[in-house]
């Protein structure tokens, strides 16, 4: 199967940057879109950005201009450049990865286990 390991997350002072990280790992036939959510204490869980296969991006509009996603294909990496970080950024960060698996191309959904993100003002 399919398994994420997401890393970078940590305490930060308000304005500072942070960089994650989540390498996917498997039995990977290809990766479609690769993506960032975040859920804060007392919310439901947000779509923070993402990118397809392609390299075309979206993002919330409260991280616009602030945070970039990219990927790296040949290492089944997304990464989360986030700069400007406010304290409502703060919250559990988690990858998503969506794509097929090498048998019989089954499609698959998965999940990073969260890494927090604390912005201290």
């Known amino acids: 199967q399919v398994q994420l390991v997401e890393s970078g997350g940590g305490l930060v002072q308000v304005g500072g940057s942070l960089r994650l990280s989540c390498a996917a790992s498997?039995?990977?036939?290809?990766?479609?879109?690769m993506g960032w959510f975040r859920q804060a204490p007392g919310k439901q869980r947000e779509l923070v950005a993402v990118i397809i296969s392609a390299g075309s991006t979206n993002y919330a509009d409260s991280v616009k201009g602030r945070f970039t996603i990219s990927r790296d294909n040949a290492k089944n990496t997304v990464y989360l450049q986030m700069n400007g970080l406010k304290p409502e950024d703060t919250a559990v960060y988690y990858c998503?990865?969506?794509?097929?698996?090498?048998?019989?191309?089954?499609?698959?959904?998965?999940w990073g286990q969260g890494t927090p993100v604390t912005v201290s003002s």
């Open positions: 998503n990865v969506k794509g097929r698996l090498a048998a019989k191309f089954f499609p698959f959904d998965s």
């Open positions: 498997g039995t990977i036939f290809s990766i479609s879109d």
